[in-house]
């Protein structure tokens, strides 16, 4: 019984002395700081923003140090706007795979109804050296989203960390690569990291 004891003692203390890593996304990041010449490449006034105002809460700029694939949910290549573009390039991204419901997506990340249809996955890369703002998500007002069906607004997310890549499509390919879009899926609802039948 003693030696079950002392086991039991033994992985409870090394359990509590390893530290949390975070996510796996973590490892291949530098912090940049301000003095840094690459940190006032990333326009922080169209990412970080007060509450109610989307964005995120907090600001990180960051330095890659390897390849890392990013995700962005869209609406298809269906949905135009009046210039002919779709929204598979924004400028919000993820580091973590998409997964779970539609709606848990939108509420992790903050998503208005009116700005995307989450519809379709599009997995990019963010290459060695790219230079982006990261941080945890800011809230969204009823204003800010505008949803003639009814009220909709989301807390803000400490754990949904959100990507902002500064005009991915004007990125060379050095910095951001994406795959044709025939690459990308479209989502089933009930779990988006699966593609719908």
């Known amino acids: 019984m003693r030696a079950l004891t002392a086991l039991a003692i033994l992985l409870l203390v090394s359990a509590c002395a390893t530290p949390d890593a975070g996510p796996p996304w973590r490892s291949a990041i530098e912090v940049l700081a301000p003095s840094d010449p690459a940190y006032g490449t990333v326009p922080l006034d169209q990412f970080k923003k007060a509450p109610g105002q989307g964005g995120v809460s907090e600001a990180q700029v960051v330095r890659l140090t390897r390849d890392l694939p990013v995700y962005r949910l869209w609406s298809g290549p269906a949905k135009v706007n009046a210039s002919g573009q779709t929204n598979r390039l924004g400028s919000w991204w993820s580091f973590d795979p998409p997964k779970g419901a539609?709606?848990?997506?939108?509420?992790?990340?903050?998503?208005?109804?009116?700005?995307?249809?989450?519809?379709?996955?599009?997995?990019?890369?963010?290459?060695?050296?790219?230079?982006?703002?990261?941080?945890?998500?800011?809230?969204?007002?009823?204003?800010?989203?505008?949803?003639p069906a009814g009220p909709e607004q989301y807390g803000a997310n400490p754990k949904g960390w959100q990507v902002f890549v500064n005009q991915p499509w004007?990125?060379?390919?050095?910095?951001?690569?994406?795959?044709p879009v025939s690459a990308d899926y479209p989502a089933d609802p009930a779990d988006i990291a699966r593609r719908q039948n």
């Open 102 to 147: 539609v709606s848990s997506y939108r509420n992790d990340y903050e998503i208005c109804l009116s700005w995307n249809d989450l519809t379709w996955v599009a997995t990019c890369t963010l290459k060695v050296g790219a230079v982006v703002a990261i941080g945890p998500g800011q809230s969204v007002s009823v204003d800010l989203c505008k949803n």
């Open 170 to 179: 004007a990125q060379p390919a050095s910095t951001f690569e994406c795959p």
